[in-house]
T-cell receptor, first 116, second 116 residues
Framework: AQKVTQAQTEISVVEKEDVTLDCVYETRDTTYYLFWYKQPPSGELVFLIRRNSFDEQNEISGRYSWNFQKSTSSFNFTITASQVVDSAVYFCALSDGRGGADGLTFGKGTHLIIQP | DAGVIQSPRHEVTEMGQEVTLRCKPISGHNSLFWYRQTMMRGLELLIYFNNNVPIDDSGMPEDRFSAKMPNASFSTLKIQPSEPRDSAVYFC??????????????FGEGSRLTVL
């Protein structure tokens, strides 16, 4: 069975600080996909990134970066120089080798609060 | 381009009443998913369709829940009779499959259901 653990229920930092959201996953598949979604206060789920299990390169997109380490089954998300607009619930998710054809298994989410 | 459209955005009903939630996926997407989000259980996959056919409904809580997808542009999730424990936000999501690999899920804004 697939499982995603986001141990940090809530994180609060002051604006401009860097913050890392942890994600640990469990799967028996050799091919799988990992995702991060953002859920702002308005409620919708916004796709941030998809990474397949064969691509362990870290990725950077502006202030966002992702660190994928298969050895520790982790896919952590870092926001550099955080801003108030980054305040949201962030979900890590996992799918099987078909990249989501069976839907995603979500973690419980990390509520990130950026204080001005 | 229009995203995933869900209706109603908010629904308040009394226990025992029938509730129908609606979803219009993104045009061209051939996979559709229904998720439920609660504080206690987080995001749970209820059912997903591929090419209008239900593939896995193991996440549907019980017989009071049913989902249909009569065509590629419309799906419904029905609860009959509704109970207070069904109160949650219900998300519909769609994705496209290309070369056997599904892309990321695009979520609607959700339908917030309150059963009194």
């Amino acid at each position: 069975a697939q499982k995603v653990t986001q141990a940090q229920t809530e994180i609060s930092v002051v604006e401009k600080e860097d913050v890392t959201l942890d994600c640990v996953y469990e799967t028996r598949d050799t091919t799988y996909y990992l995702f991060w979604y953002k859920q702002p206060p308005s409620g919708e789920l916004v796709f941030l990134i998809r990474r397949n299990s064969f691509d362990e390169q870290n990725e950077i997109s502006g202030r966002y970066s992702w660190n994928f380490q298969k050895s520790t089954s982790s896919f952590n998300f870092t926001i550099t120089a955080s801003q108030v607009v980054d305040s949201a619930v962030y979900f890590c998710a996992l799918s099987d080798g078909r990249g989501g054809a069976d839907g995603l298994t979500f973690g419980k989410g990390t509520h990130l609060i950026i204080q001005p | 381009d229009a995203g995933v459209i869900q209706s109603p955005r908010h629904e308040v009903t009394e226990m025992g009443q029938e509730v129908t939630l609606r979803c219009k996926p993104i045009s061209g997407h051939n996979s559709l998913f229904w998720y439920r989000q609660t504080m206690m259980r987080g995001l749970e996959l209820l059912i997903y369709f591929n090419n209008n056919v239900p593939i896995d409904d193991s996440g549907m809580p019980e017989d009071r829940f049913s989902a249909k997808m009569p065509n590629a542009s419309f799906s419904t999730l029905k609860i009959q009779p509704s109970e207070p424990r069904d109160s949650a936000v219900y998300f519909c999501a769609s994705s496209a499959t290309s070369g056997g690999v599904t892309g990321e899920l695009f979520f609607g804004e959700g339908s917030r259901l309150t059963v009194l």
